[in-house]
């Protein structure tokens, strides 16, 4: 894990050093310019188009002076949105690499961003340098999320079976009805003669 973290930032280094090369190379002979005695900052941040709005990207970070790697207590990148000033800061962290350093950065938006990078040496000495105006590019299009289908409601139940119930129960009761009906009647016949004999008796005597 380590091997595959150090390969990275050691390539970064080499970059970074060689597209140095030719600015310390000025800093060579007995008259060297003021710069030179300045804290010198380079980024790398993987190539064209590798940051994206919206994603964590790691950044390497070469701290120098006078050609030599700068002993630093503390590194901070400041990146500023060209477009509304929205400010990110991200403290860097040191590398055993001397005068290497990584930020993980995440900026919300894409568009062109200044980065100062803010160092604090070992001496406690602060110095802050402009390095770079960078362009995030905006993630990419996420695909359109599916909506889920939603079956059709439920016809409602047909009232034909309660109806047919109803109608089955009333003639049920109906059929009830006649057959006490009749039986009722088949009494009242079969009383009657037994009914009016007594009376024709009573009436003789």
């Not at 949105?81 to 938006?109: H, K, Q, Y």
């Not at 089955?168 to 009383?191: C, Y």
Request: hydrophobic share 45%; glycine share 8%.
């Amino acid at each position: 894990m380590i091997r595959r973290l150090l390969i990275p930032l050691l390539g970064s280094g080499l970059l970074l050093a060689a597209s140095a090369s030719s600015v310390f190379a000025k800093c060579e002979g007995p008259n060297p310019p003021d710069f030179c005695k300045e804290v010198a900052v380079s980024l790398n941040v993987g190539g064209p188009g590798a940051m994206h709005a919206g994603t964590l990207e790691t950044v390497a970070i070469q701290v120098s002076k006078s050609e030599q790697p700068y002993d630093a207590d503390a590194v901070t990148l400041i990146f500023a949105r060209v477009a509304d000033g929205t400010a990110v800061r991200v403290a860097a962290t040191a590398t055993p690499v001397d005068g290497m350093w990584t930020a993980d950065v995440n900026l919300p938006n894409g568009g062109s961003w200044t980065v100062v990078a803010e160092v604090v040496g070992a001496d406690g000495s602060q110095s802050s340098i402009s390095v770079d105006t960078i362009q995030v590019f905006r993630p990419p299009a996420l695909p359109p999320s599916t909506t889920p289908v939603t079956p059709p409601p439920a016809p409602p139940a047909s009232p034909i079976l309660p109806i047919g119930l109803l109608v089955a129960s009333m003639a049920a009761i109906a059929g009830i009805t006649a057959q006490v009906l009749r039986e009722g009647s088949r009494r009242r016949k079969a009383e009657a003669p037994a009914g009016l004999g007594s009376a024709a008796t009573a009436d003789r005597a």
